[in-house]
């Protein structure tokens, strides 16, 4: 039988072992009143509703509907339970960090006279809070947010230990983790926030480009420091070098995103892209390096034709596993241009 204004009020009012006159006392109207609504002769007056659903435990919505919102409850509690665990995990790092604070401070001031790698504890300490505390306190664009706060707190991190351990290599580590957001994050945020909806259709392009500049920036710098601490005597490395081999590799990743324009289905797509990597394969066949170790690892060990599938030892392993993917990807070609030339027919006799 479903439950009446009148019983719903009375086994709740029950429940909380009121009688009929102290529930009228605590609404300031008469015993009579309450009565009356528990029998179903009358309603409460509708600005009583607030005072009465607090006195009962329940809300406005299920004292009108006289019926229990599981759901609601539920969905409170889980709340709840959540804001709980949430505090929790929150104060116990902050407890964490505390107790480790004291006793390096403690104890750098004791052994060494003043706070020198203590520093090094803190600036620790604050990588760590980007993680696990400073998230609860962004409430927007945080995959924005987060990241640069990360990296901002690794930096200053890495910027201490250099100091600490008197190194020059601050800016070759934050430049190398900067072109991992970049490579990570770049393309995301393209897709993600509206500012960028105008060059979003050229994503690939526009990340790819961004992540070239970022290694280019990397690159200058190593070969700077190689040169300047005498761990190289080749002083432009990067121009004979490292540039050339970068703008190959840009100029096919570029290449392989322009398929996308073609007019053509998916499986064409597929076809030409497998192809082109297969066409990788070519240079090193006609390669020649004056260098021993570019000449054997970059060219001779990827020369498909030197393969020998029925021999397995140290001079042919690498040539082998490169015959193998060529011959994988061929197939894997050749099976999607002839779906997608099954396909692209098909289509064109049902127009």
Not at 20 to 27: E, H, I, V
Not at 112 to 127: E, M, N, P, Q, Y
Not at 184 to 199: G, V
Not at 238 to 264: M, R
């Amino acid at each position: 039988m479903e439950n009446t204004f009148g019983s719903f009020l009375k086994q709740k009012r029950q429940e909380k072992n009121l009688t009929q006159k102290q529930l009228a006392n605590l609404l300031f109207v008469t015993v009579s009143a309450v009565n009356k609504w528990e029998k179903d002769v009358a309603r409460p007056d509708i600005s009583l509703l607030p005072k009465l659903s607090e006195i009962l435990g329940v809300t406005e919505h299920e004292l009108i509907t006289a019926s229990v919102d599981k759901q609601l409850r539920e969905e409170k509690s889980q709340a709840k339970k959540w804001r709980v665990l949430s505090f929790s995990w929150s104060l116990f790092f902050y407890i964490d960090y505390v107790v480790a604070l004291i006793p390096c401070f403690i104890c750098n001031l004791v052994i060494d006279k003043g706070l020198t790698w203590f520093w090094i504890v803190l600036s620790a300490l604050l990588f760590s809070f980007t993680f696990t505390n400073l998230p609860k306190y962004i409430k927007k664009f945080k995959l924005l947010f987060i990241p640069l706060f990360n990296y901002l707190a690794f930096c200053i991190l890495i910027g201490v230990c250099c100091i600490y351990a008197r190194g020059d290599w601050f800016f070759i580590v934050i430049l190398s983790v900067l072109l991992g957001l970049v490579i990570i994050f770049m393309s995301i945020y393209i897709c993600k926030y509206p500012i960028f909806n105008k060059i979003k259709k050229h994503n690939e392009f526009i990340s790819v480009g961004i992540d070239f500049i970022v290694l280019n920036v990397l690159l200058i710098v190593i070969n700077v420091y190689s040169v300047v601490n005498g761990y190289t005597q080749n002083t432009f490395w990067y121009f004979k070098i490292a540039l050339p081999i970068v703008l190959i590799f840009y100029l096919i990743l570029n290449i392989l995103f322009s398929v996308k324009f073609l007019k053509i289905n998916g499986f064409l797509k597929t076809s030409i892209v497998l192809a082109f990597i297969n066409c990788l394969y070519i240079p090193p066949l006609f390669l020649k390096s004056k260098n021993p170790t570019i000449q054997k690892e970059l060219i001779n060990d990827t020369n498909i034709l030197k393969a020998n599938l029925s021999v397995w030892n140290t001079s042919t392993i690498d040539n082998n596993i490169h015959c193998i993917i060529f011959l994988t990807f061929l197939a894997f070609a050749i099976i999607f241009l002839i779906v997608g030339l099954i396909r692209y027919f098909v289509t064109k006799n049902k127009v």
